[in-house]
C-alpha cells in the first residue's frame, strides 16, 4: 500500500464520518495521540504523508486545521488519563497509533470518531469487522489477515496468470503468521 493511499483513506474514514466537504471555510480540530514523543509524529513518513493529502484536500494547518498533538510517553498506564483530556477538549476527530491509545480513547467517549492505525483491530476487540467495523472506531489494520486474503484476491483478479505468490517476512515472524497467510491463500 502506497503511503498516499493510506493517507488518503485514513482522511477519508474521518472526514465521511463527519460528513466534511473540501469547500467548508470551518476551521477543524483534529487531535492526534501517539506513542512516541510529540516530535516525533511529525517525522513519521506516515503522518508526513497524511499531513500532505490533508493539504491536497485543502485543509491547511494554521488556516482551516488545527492538529493538536499529544504523547502518551510510551507509558500505557498513563493513556486513560490522556484519552480523557483530549476528548475534553472536544475535538472533531482524533486520530491514535496504538490498540491501547484506540481502547483507552473509546472508553473515555462512544461517541468521539477514532481513526486507528495498528494491528490486529479484530481480535482485540476494535472492530467487529472489516466490512462492518460498528462503533467509533475506523482506519487501517496494517496486519489483518483478512487485508492479506483480499489483496490476494485483488491480485489474481487483476493477474489472473499468476500462479505463484511470494511473501517476504522477517524470519522470526514466519512461525506466527506463515500458516495464517497460507489460510488466506487458500480461501
Sequence with gaps: MRRRDFATGLL????????????????????????????????????????????????VEGQ????ERYSGGGRPEGYADLAR???????????????????AVRTASSTMPIVWIGVEGIR????????????????VDMNDYEVWGKRLQILKEAVPSASKVAFLLLR?????????LREMSRR
Design 64 to 67: 482551516n486545521l488545527t492538529i
Design 172 to 180: 522470526d515472524t514466519w512461525e506466527l503468521n506463515g500458516e495464517r
Design 12 to 59: 477519508l474514514a474521518a472526514a465521511t464520518r463527519r460528513g466534511w466537504t473540501r469547500e467548508q471555510a470551518k476551521r477543524h480540530r483534529i487531535a492526534i495521540i501517539a506513542s512516541r514523543p510529540v516530535a516525533l509524529i511529525d517525522d513519521s513518513p506516515v503522518f508526513q504523508a497524511f499531513f500532505e493529502e490533508l493539504r491536497r484536500l485543502g485543509l
Design 124 to 139: 482485540d476487540g476494535l472492530a467487529a469487522s472489516l466490512a462492518r467495523p460498528g462503533g467509533s472506531v475506523t482506519g
Design 85 to 103: 483530556q483530549v476528548v475534553n477538549r472536544s475535538p472533531e476527530v482524533i486520530v491514535v497509533g496504538t490498540n491501547p491509545i484506540a481502547h
